[in-house]
Structures are given as structure tokens and as C-alpha cells.
């Protein structure tokens, strides 16, 4: 059974720093990666990894948020700095199992950005 739990949320002044953790279980995941859902918005991307340690960023975070994995733990993480009133959103954590390339996500972490 596959199990993604997250951690790492918070409020943060703007400028400040917070960084996501995400643990999955499971399976093993091809793609391991990061979207956000603001209020009244649609879900968007934020970053992705790779297994191979590939990236892929949204333009809105690039230059601010770093997005790594250990794949020994089947875990990935965001780092957030420089965050911006616009990043508030429920951070939700997504894997993409390597088999079968079915996704999975995780209940989501709020992360709030006061100005």
C-alpha cells in the first residue's frame, strides 16, 4: 500500500526560509514531486525530480525553491527560500510509482506567507 506523508509546513515571514519533507512508502517512484493549491486556484506544479535526480521547475519558484530526493529513504524534500506572500498554498506531495506509473499523493502541509 502506498503512503505519502508530508511535513514541514508552517507561517513564515516573507523573505524567510521553510523546507518541505515528504515520505513515501510503498512502492519505488519514478517521479517524486511538489504542487501547490491557493485558495480559489487551480493545483499547479511546483518542482519535480526525477529517480535519475532530473528537475523540472514552475517559473514562479524557479531561483527560489530547491527540490532534492533520497532515494534510499523514498523521500523528497523542498527547500523554499525567499518566499513571497503569492507562495501561501496547500503543498501537496506527489509520486508516480515506477510499475505501473500510477500517481499518489499525499493529504497536503500548509505553508502560509505573511508580508
Known amino acids: 500500500q502506498v503512503q505519502l506523508v508530508e511535513s514541514g509546513g508552517g507561517l513564515v515571514q516573507a523573505g524567510g526560509s521553510l523546507r518541505l519533507s515528504c515520505v513515501a512508502s510503498?512502492?519505488?517512484?519514478?517521479?517524486m514531486g511538489w504542487y501547490r493549491q491557493a485558495p480559489g486556484k487551480q493545483r499547479e506544479l511546483a518542482a519535480t525530480?526525477?529517480?535519475?535526480?532530473?528537475?523540472n521547475y514552475a517559473d514562479s519558484v524557479k531561483g527560489r525553491f530547491t527540490i532534492s530526493r533520497d532515494n534510499a529513504r523514498n523521500t523528497v524534500y523542498l527547500q523554499m527560500d525567499s518566499l513571497k506572500p503569492e507562495d501561501t498554498a496547500i503543498y501537496y506531495c506527489?509520486?508516480?510509482?515506477?510499475?505501473?506509473?500510477?500517481?499518489?499523493w499525499g493529504r497536503g502541509t500548509q505553508v502560509t506567507v505573511s508580508s
Open positions: 510503498g512502492s519505488i517512484f519514478s517521479i
Open positions: 506527489n509520486a508516480r510509482t515506477l510499475l505501473n506509473q500510477k500517481d499518489y
Open positions: 525530480i526525477k529517480l535519475g535526480g532530473s528537475t
